[in-house]
């Protein structure tokens, strides 16, 4: 039954543009980024692999910032997009469970997730790698930042995935996704200063992210390590998530 389902959830993505067409602003901006943040940093003018790496760190982040906000959208759109249409009905009358429902449809919102974070790293990488040329290097500090950064990708994908399936409206998620991201947070974290307590800021979804990629190759940001960066994201998943399921035991889909 489960397999059943996480095939049918697939061609259900497959099917439909919105799992490439949200993939291609990320990918447009780890291109862009890749190169300017060489150029910033003297890169292309062969200052050296210091420089290049520098060049790479800024570009990645800049393209992985990005990335993050378009994962967590595809995935309120993605999971609640049978809501909109109303052919969520027909998917929870011929299961015998909403719950797998559900999980594999998440399962495989992840999966798209994974493959945004693999992919956008790769391009950005590449591109910094065909500017700079020799001046490139991949450390072992490079490859625990990718692979934080794929983490975090997946854990924002389920986020998104998790309001979706919460508030079952893909425009409603999808805009509190977008204020959040660029506003929200920063608003949030200037009340909880305001109010005396500025250290839970670094529990809040962004500044968890950053931790989580910042802080593997030590203490570089806030407070949290990288772990800590990590369980408090999937916290954040779990909570939207496991709301969304609960919501969705007793929600009306006729």
């Not at 934080?148 to 999808?174: C, D």
Request: charged residues 10%; aromatic residues 8%.
């Amino acid at each position: 039954m489960m397999v059943n389902l996480l095939r049918s959830e697939l061609r259900k993505t497959l099917t439909v543009k919105l799992w490439w067409t949200m993939g291609l602003a990320p990918l447009a901006i780890g291109l862009i980024a890749g190169s300017l943040s060489l150029a910033l940093f003297g890169g292309l003018s062969g200052t050296g692999s210091l420089s290049a790496q520098a060049g790479g760190i800024v570009g990645l982040f800049t393209a992985i910032f990005a990335l993050l906000l378009f994962s967590a959208l595809f995935g309120a759109v993605n999971a609640s997009g049978e809501y909109r249409h109303r052919t969520i009905t027909t998917t929870f009358l011929t299961t015998n469970s909403r719950g797998r429902s559900l999980l594999a449809k998440l399962s495989i919102t992840a999966l798209v997730g994974l493959l945004y974070a693999v992919v956008i790293e790769a391009v950005t990488i590449g591109s910094v790698a065909v500017l700079a040329g020799d001046s490139a290097r991949l450390n072992s500090a490079m490859f625990r930042f990718l692979a934080a950064g794929v983490a975090v990708t997946i854990l924002w994908t389920l986020v998104g995935a998790g309001l979706g399936i919460l508030l079952g409206n893909s425009v409603a998620a999808a805009v509190g996704i977008v204020v959040y991201y660029v506003l929200g947070e920063l608003l949030l974290s200037s009340v909880l200063s305001s109010l005396g307590a500025p250290q839970l800021s670094q529990f809040l979804p962004q500044q968890s992210s950053l931790a989580a990629m910042v802080n593997v190759d030590g203490q570089l940001f806030g407070s949290l390590s990288w772990w800590g960066g990590l369980l408090t994201m999937a916290a954040w998943a779990g909570l939207l998530c496991g709301g969304g399921w609960v919501r969705n035991r007793v929600r009306d889909v006729g």
